[in-house]
């Protein structure tokens, strides 16, 4: 089966090869022979310089170089596009300068030199060519001059192909995916051979009698191998048993390992994040998210490296960004010398810094090393020179006389009179503050919801015609809003 560069096995082995794993291991990972892997690293790099770069920026796109390179470049300018049995340019062009002429299509073939086959076959890819281009069916039957039969059987023909050609593109599409998660385990180990399983299993059953006290020699006399074999195994392991390792069981909740090779799988075959999604059983949002922190200034995603930063990332205890960070704690101290609030030197940051995430931080960062009692990279007496002068942190609600409000022998409001609520009584007043134009200019007022224009009972939902409003002078207000309160 002829394979091409643009399948999923050519991708993955291209990739494989960029990555710097060479051509015999990327050639055994993608499944195919050496030479198949020769002939599509030559049709890149032919399409790289076609493309106008030049062989140096080839080969470092490639990440390959190899002596068959001065025969790829000397076939860049020689473009091979017809198969080797095809009639030739000349005798196409003369078939069609006929056929313009006026000739019919069995005497434009006799001047061409050509089967009236050969003929119907040109006829018909250009047929495609003009139905590709958006041309409609009559148009192109008047322009090629086809019977209604032939032009029937030409589009019949197209839709079959077009209708194989997207069935196929579905079956490779779905074969990929599958094959994207044993490629998957094949790269983690998950995968091995079957001599390798059997030499795997007998070295764990060697170690297991090594840990129940068992010699080298009787160990390999029960396991029936030798016992130079069992001495290269402790030579292996530096004549130290292993430990006895236990798979980690993950939760589901981060992205493991395996998932991040196939999404990288999955890009560099094309898909969308959605249907990656989709294929991991994870929302579009987590790809999106994994995407947008690991990719590299090239816009790259590196799965084991993407792993390998999360599990860093994901690592408590954290090192505090204050103590890693000298450069930023030099600034940090520097600003907090001259009185500079935590909420100024992180906005400070931002400006300065725009394209500098690692000289980032947030204020709390800053009142966490001054004022908890833990080495967070500031030195406690950087504390005094915060604008509240204080060394350690107190609570919103703990004041001098302890636990909270500031008034004592308050009276709540749920220990109202029942008759504050009807508001028959003259006295229940509310107090309101009305602001002016300008914001100094406040005028405090009290409304008696008993002197209702009219005399009449309660408000109760309904919207008053006129309320007498009386100016107060001796009241004093501190807040805008309104607030009951009674006589």
């Known amino acids: 089966m002829y394979l091409s560069s643009s399948s999923a096995a050519g991708i993955r082995f291209l990739a494989s090869v960029k990555q710097g794993h060479g051509l015999k291991p990327s050639a055994r990972h993608a499944g195919i022979d050496k030479e198949v892997g020769y002939r599509w690293l030559r049709e890149e790099y032919l399409r790289l310089r076609r493309n106008g770069k030049t062989s ?68 018909q890819s250009r047929f495609d060519q003009l139905r590709q281009s958006k041309v409609t069916v009559s148009r192109c039957q008047g322009q090629l001059r086809l019977t209604d039969r032939l032009c029937l059987n030409f589009e019949r023909e197209r839709l079959s192909r077009l209708s194989k050609q997207q069935n196929a593109a579905t079956a490779a599409q779905h074969a990929a995916f599958l094959s994207s998660g044993r490629d998957a385990d094949q790269m983690l180990g998950a995968v091995l051979p079957e001599a390798q399983q059997h030499r795997a299993a007998r070295a764990e059953k060697y170690w297991q009698l090594m840990r129940n006290g068992v010699s080298n020699a009787e160990a390999c006399r029960l396991l029936g191998m030798h016992r130079r074999t069992g001495t290269q195994l402790r030579r292996a392991s530096n004549f130290k048993i292993p430990p006895i390792t236990v798979p980690a069981v993950t939760a589901g909740r981060y992205l493991d390992a395996r998932e991040r090779l196939r999404i990288a799988d999955l890009l560099r075959l094309g898909h969308s994040m959605r249907r990656i ?6 929302h579009a949002s987590t790809i999106k998210r994994e995407l947008d922190r690991h990719r590299d200034a090239q816009g790259l995603y590196l799965p084991r490296t993407a792993d390998h930063d999360a599990r860093l990332q994901r690592a408590r205890p954290k090192v505090h960004k204050l103590v890693a960070n000298a450069r930023l704690r030099t600034l940090v101290q520097r600003k907090l010398n001259r009185f500079w609030s935590p909420d100024e030197i992180c906005g400070w940051m931002k400006k300065t810094y725009p394209d500098h995430q690692t000289m980032r931080l947030c204020p709390e960062t800053i009142y966490r090393a001054l004022l908890l009692r833990e080495d967070h990279g500031l030195h406690q007496r950087y504390a005094m020179k915060l604008r509240t002068g204080r060394r350690i942190r107190k609570t919103r609600w703990r004041t001098r006389t302890g636990q909270g409000s500031r008034i004592r022998n308050m009276t709540m409001i749920s220990q109202r009179p029942a008759e504050v609520e009807t508001r028959l009584e003259a006295g229940r007043w509310e107090g309101d503050l009305m602001l002016k134009c300008y914001a100094h200019l406040r005028t405090p007022f009290a409304t008696d919801y008993a002197e209702i224009i009219g005399g009449r009972g309660p408000l109760r939902g309904k919207v008053a015609l006129s309320i007498k409003m009386t100016k107060v002078g001796a009241v004093s207000l501190t807040g805008v809003g309104r607030s009951p309160c009674s006589a």
Do not use: I, N, P, Q
């Open 56 to 123: 140096g920026e080839t080969t470092a796109e490639l990440g390959f170089t190899t002596a068959r390179l001065l025969a790829w470049e000397a076939d860049v300018g020689h473009v091979k596009d017809r198969h080797h049995l095809r009639v030739g340019v000349d005798e196409e062009a003369s078939f069609w300068a006929a056929f313009d002429r006026g000739k019919s299509l069995g005497e434009a073939a006799k001047t061409a030199g050509v089967s009236r086959s050969t003929a119907y076959r040109w006829m």
């Open 277 to 282: 999604a989709v294929e991991l059983g994870r």
